[in-house]
């Protein structure tokens, strides 16, 4: 079987698939004798009715779609296997079949044309001598006692207080109700996203995403109300506030304040038993903080080489693979999202179905940064003759076969085998890259750290 390939655009094939004029007589033949011994026809024995009048009873056009319908499904599927083609699409036919059966003619060559998209190809480019900038990361000591600082405040133990207002530092627990401010700086109407009751609150201002709360209770005692004016920011939760003015009317119902626990060795072995002082722990933090940091500069220099990747080795992506990697994307973020604890209606909630066009659209760039991103380095890996360690691979399968048997998940084993696979053979890729690249390490851009981003265990 003759079949010519036309590379197209965007990791496309045009495949025109001959079929020889003896298949076609020989199919034609093999339809009318199906059908002979198929159809009932009064008068007439399965199997005896004359060639001319089943075809007259069924129409020579019926047939020949038949004839045509069986051999285009037969030689498709021969063809991919001859030419070692995998599409990742449905075929799309270049004429209507209703137009192929009309030039279609049993005993006579014939010639049909389909459009299929196959996985993304990828012009490595030229990557030797590659040279990034990355953001840095540095280690700072006062991490480890601003975590330790936190820790202790975790741990005090709370008195009640009754005769002096709230002050910085202590606990409260509060009802609230929230307000648009009017025209005259007054309440105006009610915001019902900021009602709630029995709200614990650390009374410490950077524990809060909203400017204003903490110094405005200031000096607050029990069972007095006061409304104070609170600053929403950019990245707020609800959208509709985000950058906001607004009155919140707070009610102190309970004040506490902490007793701090000593930073010492029976500290350390609250915060985990496996410390023997507060030495190891100060040690085992130190450790931890270390490691986030090299992780850290890792991901920056990972991202930098990607960037330059990306501007050297251009990829062809066709919208069959983008639509699958941001399918892919939103079931990852389902999955974090469940992990994280939301509830299967604030779920459905999120992903109903008049969201999921925008949902979409804003997952198609990291998508499109992240498919092209796997190809280029599967792609190094290939020209670079990278392999992963195949234990490991085994190892991480076998765990993660266990975690989805756990779990009650279903998985096909050989499609595990391929992602675990594909994942270890691409961080085979960036640590060669790592190694390979000239480095320009710049200063980062935010100094902060967050306290919460480490534990001790």
């Known amino acids: 079987m003759k079949v010519t390939q036309e590379k197209l655009p965007a990791s496309r094939l045009r495949l025109a698939i001959e079929i020889p004029a003896d298949q076609s007589q020989k199919a034609h033949e093999a339809?009318?004798?199906?059908?002979?011994?198929?159809?009932?026809?009064?008068?007439?024995?399965?199997?005896?009715?004359?060639?001319?009048?089943?075809?007259?009873?069924?129409?020579?056009?019926?047939?020949?779609?038949?004839?045509?319908?069986?051999?285009?499904?037969?030689?498709?599927?021969?063809?991919?296997?001859?030419?070692?083609?995998a599409p990742i699409s449905q075929p799309e036919f270049v004429q209507t079949f209703e137009n192929m059966v009309g030039l279609f003619t049993p005993g006579q060559d014939f010639t049909y044309e389909v459009l299929v998209d196959v996985f993304p190809s990828v012009e490595l480019g030229d990557?030797?001598?590659?040279?990034?900038?990355?953001?840095?990361?540095?280690?700072?000591?006062?991490?480890?006692?601003?975590?330790?600082?936190?820790?202790?405040?975790e741990l005090a133990t709370l008195i009640p207080i009754e005769d002096r207002g709230a002050e910085l530092g202590d606990a409260a627990i509060i009802d609230h109700r929230g307000y648009r401010v009017a025209e005259g700086g007054g309440a105006g109407d009610e915001i019902p996203e900021l009602k709630g009751e029995n709200l614990k609150l650390d009374l410490s201002p950077d524990k809060l995403q909203i400017e204003g709360v903490v110094e405005g209770m200031t000096g607050m005692t029990l069972g007095e109300t006061r409304q104070i004016t609170v600053q929403f920011p950019e990245d707020y939760s609800v959208e509709s506030?985000?950058?906001?003015?607004?009155?919140?009317?707070?009610?102190?119902?309970?004040?506490?304040?902490?007793?701090?626990?000593?930073?010492?060795?029976?500290?350390?072995?609250?915060?985990?038993?496996?410390?023997a002082s507060l030495d190891q722990l100060k040690e085992h933090l130190a450790e931890q903080f270390q490691s986030q940091v090299q992780q850290q500069r890792d991901n920056n220099l990972d991202q930098a080489i990607l960037t330059a990747l990306l501007e050297r080795c251009p990829v062809e992506l066709n919208e069959t693979a983008i639509e699958a990697e941001v399918t892919q994307q939103l079931q990852q973020t389902l999955t974090q999202m469940r992990q994280m604890g939301l509830t299967e209606v604030q779920l459905q909630q999120v992903f109903a179905q008049e969201n999921l066009p925008s949902l979409r659209a804003e997952a198609r760039p990291g998508a499109i940064q992240v498919l092209s991103g796997r190809l280029i380095y599967l792609k190094i890996a290939e020209t670079k003759n990278l392999k992963p360690d195949a234990k490991a691979v085994e190892e991480r399968v076998t765990q993660m076969a266990l975690l989805f048997k756990n779990q009650g998940q279903s998985y096909e084993k050989d499609q595990l085998e391929n992602y675990v696979r594909?994942?270890?053979?691409?961080?085979?890729?960036?640590?060669?890259?790592?190694?390979?690249?000239?480095?320009?390490?710049?200063?980062?851009?935010s100094e902060?750290?967050?306290?919460?981003?480490?534990?001790?265990?």
């Open 31 to 85: 339809t009318l004798k199906q059908l002979a011994n198929t159809v009932r026809i009064p008068g007439f024995r399965p199997g005896k009715v004359p060639r001319p009048v089943l075809i007259q009873r069924l129409g020579a056009g019926y047939i020949k779609a038949k004839v045509l319908e069986d051999l285009i499904g037969s030689t498709y599927q021969n063809a991919l296997s001859q030419e070692k083609i």
């Open 127 to 153: 990557i030797d001598g590659l040279a990034v900038e990355a953001e840095d990361a540095e280690f700072k000591p006062q991490w480890v006692e601003e975590w330790l600082t936190n820790k202790q405040s």
């Open 241 to 275: 506030l985000r950058g906001e003015t607004a009155l919140l009317e707070v009610t102190l119902k309970e004040l506490k304040a902490k007793e701090l626990p000593e930073l010492d060795d029976d500290f350390a072995a609250e915060v985990g038993e496996e410390f």
């Open 422 to 445: 594909e994942e270890f053979t691409i961080q085979e890729a960036q640590t060669w890259l790592r190694d390979k690249v000239k480095v320009t390490w710049i200063a980062p851009k």
């Open 448 to 457: 902060t750290k967050s306290e919460t981003e480490t534990g001790a265990d």
